[in-house]
């Protein structure tokens, strides 16, 4: 997800190294990081709850390495977690207050990153309407 804002941030003429609520770090896209944070439970996490839930991933799909901490999906396992996730891209969704049709979830971030590009440029931070989620 942070490869899909980026990607938009950048279309949209923002510089995706200057955000707002992460501590800017080398080589970080803290403004991409920022507008992840609106969606990350929505896309990223029940994602990956809908998959363990459905019993479409299994433990032997993780991994811990050695040299660095953490726990890993092995290739067979980002492969099915990546496609869950496109497919979570696509779905249509009513998260968005400032608009009264359904648009996947791919059109609700390019939509919230105009809403972005219309407040910095008003400089009126009411001009950005957070995402609801029920």
Known sequence: MLNEIYGKLEAKGLNPYFGFMHKD??????????LMEEWRAVLI????????NGHEIAVDNFYKNEDVEGVFLDKEGM?????KLENKFRTQTKYLTYV?????FREALELQINQLVKAITAEDVDEYHPIIIR
Do not use: F, N, W
């Not at 770090?25 to 920022?34: G, N, V, W």
């Open 79 to 83: 492969k099915k977690y990546l496609m």
């Open 45 to 52: 996490d029940s994602a990956a709850l809908s998959m363990i």
């Open 25 to 34: 770090r080398e080589k970080h896209p803290t403004l991409a990081s920022d």
């Open 100 to 104: 009264d049709y359904r648009v996947s």
